[in-house]
């Protein structure tokens, strides 16, 4: 950070990439007006409130009524098919169509969400609960939910974005097993929720909302990179001399977003080291194409460091997304949201790429739920 202005820009931007349009003076912790039902918000519903805002913008989802949205209540298998098609149409900017009705005798024609359930059984994603029935009243399973996602992705060629990560499946039905294995890598659903009977409201939200950003920005998977992942106490973060700030002791708020051009090995080390010796936790997380940083690499290439970091926010996440070089200068995109980060006091992420010798500057942009746009990957 250059000086105040910056600092409050910084701010603004953490706000932001918390997955909400605020008006002016509003925080990220107050509840998507007018749900009187997220009263408890944001300790109820602490990082779901990214997901259920970013949710009804997208408009996968509406309220119950004019003042609720019934986080809880859990959905049925007509809403989740609804929810689907609704999240279809935000990836391709496209409304769903089917050019017959499916084979349900217990799906009137007319009904507010027939066509979308034959939309879901002429491409794929449904064939039914048995006996000529779709049981669109029953509640929908996790398990029926992750077929559901593997089937659509499979349509949209998206499914091997992601590697399958290890798991232990054998606690869901056999015939969903291979959907969600398939699927795992993708960060969409947490076994944890997986193995309640329902789902709630308010976790369909961040499910959906995940698969429309996983689609929508899927990570460059040509980059050689290495992500780490830190958590880093508090004295770490010093603001600099002569910096008028408004931040407390706790600097909350706190935001650094950098993109440095590393030439030597040497230098590499030092910031690693300088890393480690304040982290309580500094781990290294496997990425797509993971390619080692060696000495010999210098001499061919320079090293790029991009680095973010938060402070005081109840989760944090970011993945590299588009990555361009133009003359001497490198241009990232990252892509945030508020899932899976952790909750200690300062928390970030650090990509380490290969540029060629003669990039000497690198320059950050992101994207977060609040901008609706598509780019091209780099």
């Known amino acids: 950070m250059k000086n105040a202005k910056r600092l409050l820009a910084l701010l603004l931007a953490l706000c932001?990439?918390?997955?909400l349009a605020l008006p002016a003076g509003a925080s990220?912790?107050?509840?998507?007006?007018?749900?009187?039902?997220?009263?408890?918000?944001?300790?109820?519903?602490?990082?779901?409130?990214?997901?259920?805002?970013?949710a009804l913008e997208l408009g996968i989802f509406a309220g119950t009524s004019s003042t609720t949205f019934s986080p809880g209540e859990p959905i049925t298998r007509a809403q989740a098919v609804t929810a689907l098609a609704k999240t279809h149409q935000a990836i391709t900017g496209e409304a769903v169509s089917a050019s017959?009705?499916?084979?349900?005798?217990?799906?009137?024609?007319?009904?507010?969400?027939g066509r979308y359930v034959n939309w879901a059984y002429e491409i794929g994603l449904v064939s039914g609960t048995g006996k000529g029935k779709f049981s669109p009243g029953r509640l929908v399973s996790y398990a029926e939910l992750g077929v559901m996602f593997h089937r659509y992705l499979e349509t949209q060629g998206l499914d091997t974005l992601y590697k399958p990560v290890p798991g232990d499946w054998s606690s869901f039905p056999s015939w969903a097993r291979a959907h969600l294995e398939a699927i795992s890598g993708f960060g969409i659903f947490s076994a944890a929720y997986m193995e309640s009977p329902t789902v709630e409201r308010g976790n369909a939200a961040r499910w959906f909302v995940r698969l429309y950003e996983k689609a929508t920005f899927p990570v460059?998977?040509?980059?050689?990179?290495?992500?780490?992942?830190?958590?880093?106490?508090?004295?770490?973060?010093?603001?600099?001399?002569?910096l008028d700030n408004d931040l407390d002791d706790s600097c909350s708020g706190f935001e650094r977003k950098e993109a440095s051009i590393l030439t030597s090995y040497e230098e590499y080390a030092r910031l690693l080291a300088d890393r480690q010796q304040y982290?309580?936790?500094?781990?290294?997380?496997p990425q797509p194409r993971e390619r080692?940083?060696?000495?010999?690499?210098?001499e061919q290439y320079n090293l790029l460091a991009v680095e973010t970091a938060y402070g005081?926010?109840?989760?944090?996440?970011?993945?590299?997304?588009?990555?361009?070089?133009?003359?001497d200068r490198a241009k990232i995109t990252l892509v945030e949201d508020g899932l899976y980060g952790s909750t200690a006091d300062l928390k970030?992420?650090?990509?380490?790429?290969?540029?060629?010798?003669?990039?000497?500057?690198?320059?950050?942009?992101?994207?977060?739920?609040?901008?609706?746009?598509?780019?091209?990957?780099?």
């Open 16 to 19: 932001l990439s918390m997955g």
């Open 28 to 54: 990220w912790f107050e509840k998507p007006a007018p749900f009187e039902d997220l009263s408890e918000w944001p300790y109820k519903w602490p990082v779901s409130c990214d997901f259920i805002s970013r």
């Open 100 to 113: 017959g009705s499916a084979p349900f005798s217990d799906v009137p024609a007319g009904s507010w969400y």
């Open 220 to 242: 460059d998977k040509e980059t050689e990179r290495v992500k780490y992942v830190y958590n880093i106490p508090l004295p770490y973060v010093q603001p600099e001399p002569g």
């Open 279 to 285: 982290a309580s936790l500094f781990e290294k997380v």
């Open 292 to 298: 080692a940083i060696w000495e010999g690499g210098f």
């Open 312 to 327: 005081s926010s109840p989760a944090y996440d970011c993945e590299l997304g588009a990555f361009s070089i133009e003359g």
């Open 348 to 378: 970030g992420a650090l990509f380490f790429i290969w540029v060629p010798k003669d990039v000497t500057q690198g320059e950050i942009t992101s994207m977060s739920w609040t901008e609706i746009s598509h780019w091209d990957l780099g």
